[in-house]
């Protein structure tokens, strides 16, 4: 444990030598790639890839808030890009957070090997090499910048279609809240709740479940 802290004490105090000499140039452009990430994915905010592991996501943490920190860097809005860098790792270390975001990671990975597959039989050479090498042909192409990039687009996609769902079913049931308050009566009589609807239809991906409060 001590051994531990002490190599991360170490780890940290070669960051800070090291940023010490980092231009504002580059200070700037981080805080301008932080600003431009898509919201609802907090990987990209850490410019981590969908693979790391929570020490990944530590040791990330620590070098880029290191890098806009705002007494480090005078960009205007330093502050703002430091938030949001621990607001990401903050989700990316909570368990539940984590599985929703790669939940739906997963869901576009089966997405994009489905097109492909529809792809390749279009393809004979290549479904023909896919067979031959057992997999691996498959393998090298996700592991190309190619499907990174069509993964990533991907996730951004399926995440903005749930937190659209996660809001309308928000506004339903605070519209369930506010008829239960004034109580809104049929023609005979009997008291008529709003129509909920509470499942994808798809049942593609698994919703997120909407916080009570």
């Known amino acids: 444990?001590?051994?531990?802290?002490?190599?991360?004490?170490?780890?940290?105090?070669?960051?800070?030598?090291?940023?010490?000499?980092?231009?504002?140039?580059?200070?700037d452009n981080e805080v301008t790639r932080i600003l431009s990430c898509f919201k609802l994915n907090p990987f990209e905010y850490l410019n981590l890839p969908f693979e790391a592991s929570p020490e990944d996501v530590k040791k990330q943490y620590r070098k880029l808030s290191l890098l806009v920190h705002p007494d480090k860097c005078k960009h205007p809005q330093a502050k703002e890009a430091f938030g949001a860098l621990a607001k990401a790792q903050q989700l990316l270390l909570e368990e539940q957070e984590r599985d929703y975001v790669l939940t739906q990671v997963n869901a576009a990975k089966e997405e994009l090997r489905a097109k492909r597959k529809k792809q390749l039989k279009k393809d004979t050479a290549s479904k023909i090499k896919s067979l031959v090498d057992e997999g691996k042909y498959d393998q090298q192409y996700e592991q190309s910048e190619e499907f990174q990039q069509e993964l990533k687009l991907k996730v951004r996609e399926i995440l903005t279609d749930q937190e659209w769902r996660r809001r309308k079913m928000q506004m339903r049931v605070s519209s369930w809240r506010d008829f239960m308050k004034?109580?809104?009566?049929?023609?005979?009589?009997?008291?008529?709740p709003p129509k909920l609807k509470t499942e994808d239809p798809n049942k593609s991906y698994v919703q997120r479940p909407v916080k009570r409060g």
Do not use: C, H, Q, W
């Not at 004490?9 to 200070?27: C, H, I, P, Q, T």
């Not at 004034?182 to 008529?192: L, Q, S």
């Open 182 to 192: 004034t109580g809104k009566k049929g023609k005979k009589g009997e008291i008529r």
């Open 1 to 27: 444990m001590g051994e531990a802290s002490s190599t991360t004490a170490y780890d940290d105090m070669l960051l800070k030598s090291f940023f010490a000499e980092v231009s504002e140039v580059e200070r």
